[in-house]
């Protein structure tokens, strides 16, 4: 049937002509980043004219049209009505997706431009399965809002109202404990001082536990709710397919870690031997192996060092860099009212914002890469892709802030004065391993169990959620850390629990930085180009996928297991230096 979008569009929505642009001249044609887009109404193909009709007639609107300069040029380049994209075809129907304006063949393939809309498409009909009625749809939409509370209930709990008693040091003097004070108080060389604040603040999540294990459970509850609303075989399919991310790279992960765990039992006993415990204690794992830097660098001598240390990245980066520097995207110092950490906001068409609170530690030089490389990801990706393409899942975020901690812990690792200053770089990055990759699958162990438990709808109590964890604890730590009752609450205090299976990224995103970063220092001439393709791709492919295009394989766990025999390479040469 030979039809105009006007003839479809007066029959399938009984409104007359479609609707006039602002110029008066034109039918309503959608914009995109400024410019104006071909954006099929995604329904139709060769054949498909009754489809479309079924199709918009379920949904009871239209959203786009397409001007009369459009039509005409596709009707001029293929003397008949256009052929329109399809999302509800089979996957393997090419024709659903052939346009004459943005799209060409060749040697009977496809090829698509820059604002093709194939993938997006194609994500689309990935999840169709699980895609529910309009109505349905409405209804989960209002129950998200009921499904947001165990994560609004723990943070009210855990931020507002969890108070803790003072640590007491060993000459009786009182230290304040606060979430915030507790990490340094675990640093402090005064044993008496990180055992004291570190009963203070799991005796009070002890004195808590029941309220604890009912907003946990609440929270996988409503997780399971919406995955069996979607048709999804469990919470953890229902949080990874929308991403891309197939549940064997999660599962691969925590295999991979078991498999290599006793690297990680051999840097808590060799802090056992250093700091001279007959047994090493929880209070006792942050304490640091060697002196610590006390060095301090002002900004522009961190953004100095910064320039050196990703020299590996190339000038083109390194000029987004020098403009990074040059135009201020940076928020520096502390200042009264302003937020605490760190972080990199920005997007399309936007400068580039990155807070710190700059001290001048070598910390914090770290973050000051670390977020450079964030929004250097995002700037990249942006300027590459159309809008739709620019975003990218959180699978790849840490990637590139992490890549560059890598850099620069190896340049400094290259250019250290002596052997002191190597051991606490070294010590420095056994502390990352430990921290990102086995802390974090720990948790992510944690949770894909406790999903597990509240869907065979036993195993959800607070005694059987602090068993589990301490039996983590036990097989990731080993004999040489004792274990104790206290820890086993240390689930209570963990706010990723309520972040719907996102912890896990951290520990693969680390591992690939690990083997991104050292096949880019290897002399690689291939390495540094595909990273930077990379960091340009955004979510123009699956990110499993881009990682492939950038030399590491995360569907295999390869990857994990190369990053933990660096890590066990770091643990005997640090070994050998104390």
């Given at each position: 049937q030979e039809r105009t979008v006007v003839d479809w569009y007066r029959q399938t929505t009984n409104q007359g002509t479609p609707p006039l642009a602002d110029d008066g001249e034109h039918y309503y044609d959608m914009t995109y980043d400024g410019a104006t887009d071909y954006y099929p109404l995604g329904v139709l193909h060769r054949e498909g004219w009754q489809k479309l009709d079924e199709y918009q007639q379920s949904l009871k609107s239209i959203e786009y049209n397409i001007s009369p300069e459009t039509i005409a040029a596709i009707e001029a380049e293929n003397k008949r009505s256009p052929i329109w994209i399809d999302p509800i075809a089979d996957e393997d129907d090419n024709d659903a997706y052939y346009d004459p304006i943005l799209n060409t063949r060749e040697n009977n393939g496809l090829l698509y431009s820059d604002v093709g809309y194939r993938r997006a498409i194609d994500r689309m009909r990935a999840l169709k399965d699980h895609v529910l009625t309009p109505s349905e749809e409405a209804?989960?939409?209002q129950a998200s809002e009921m499904a947001a509370q165990p994560e609004a209930i723990f943070s009210m709990l855990n931020d507002a109202d969890m108070s803790f008693e003072d640590a007491v040091d060993s000459k009786g003097h009182r230290h304040a404990v606060t979430h915030g004070s507790y990490f340094p108080l675990m640093q402090s060389g005064d044993g008496a001082l990180r055992e004291s604040a570190y009963h203070s603040i799991y005796g009070a999540y002890g004195r808590i536990k029941n309220t604890s294990a009912a907003l946990l459970g609440s929270q996988t509850k409503q997780l399971q709710f919406f995955a069996r609303a979607r048709r999804y075989a469990d919470t953890l399919e229902a949080a990874l397919a929308p991403t891309e991310v197939p549940v064997s790279v999660y599962q691969g992960l925590i295999d991979a870690v078991h498999k290599n765990v006793s690297a990680l039992h051999r840097y808590m006993e060799l802090r056992r031997r250093v700091l001279g415990l007959d047994a090493l204690r929880y209070w006792d794992l942050y304490v640091p192996l060697t002196k610590e830097d006390d060095r301090r660098y002002s900004f522009d001598e961190a953004c100095d060092l910064m320039l050196r240390a990703l020299a590996p990245l190339g000038e083109d980066y390194l000029g987004v860099v020098r403009r990074a520097i040059d135009e201020r995207w940076y928020d520096v110092y502390e200042t009264p009212g302003k937020a605490s950490g760190a972080y990199s906001s920005g997007g399309r068409g936007l400068t580039p914002l990155i807070l710190l609170n700059y001290q001048g530690t070598l910390d914090d030089i770290f973050t000051l890469v670390h977020e450079t490389g964030h929004s250097l990801h995002t700037h990249l990706a942006s300027e590459a892709q159309p809008g739709r393409y620019a975003q990218y899942e959180m699978f790849v975020a840490e990637v590139a802030s992490t890549t560059n901690e890598c850099l620069l812990l190896r340049y400094l690792l290259d250019h250290a004065?002596?052997?002191a200053e190597r051991a606490h770089l070294l010590?420095?990055?056994c502390e990352q391993f430990r921290g990102t990759?086995?802390?974090?699958t720990l948790f992510a162990e944690f949770e894909r169990d406790v999903n597990e438990a509240s869907a065979r709808g036993k195993g959800m109590g607070a005694d059987a959620l602090s068993e589990r964890y301490a039996q983590l604890n036990e097989l990731y730590y080993g004999s040489a850390v004792m274990l104790d009752d206290e820890i086993a609450h240390e689930?209570?205090?963990?706010?990723?629990?309520y972040y719907n299976y996102y912890v896990y990224v951290y520990a693969t995103s680390f591992a690939a930085a690990v083997a991104l970063s050292k096949r880019m220092l290897a002399g690689d001439a291939t390495a540094r180009d595909r990273y930077l393709a990379f960091l340009a791709g955004g979510s123009s492919k699956p990110p499993i996928e881009l990682l492939a295009g950038a030399g590491v394989d995360m569907?295999?766990?390869?990857?994990v297991?190369?990053?933990l025999n660096t890590f066990s390479?770091?643990?005997?040469?640090l070994e050998g230096l104390l």
């Open positions: 209804l989960l939409a004065q002596d052997t010590n420095h990055l990759l086995f802390r974090q689930w209570e205090r963990i706010p990723h629990f569907a295999s766990g390869a990857v297991d190369e990053a390479q770091t643990v005997d040469e």
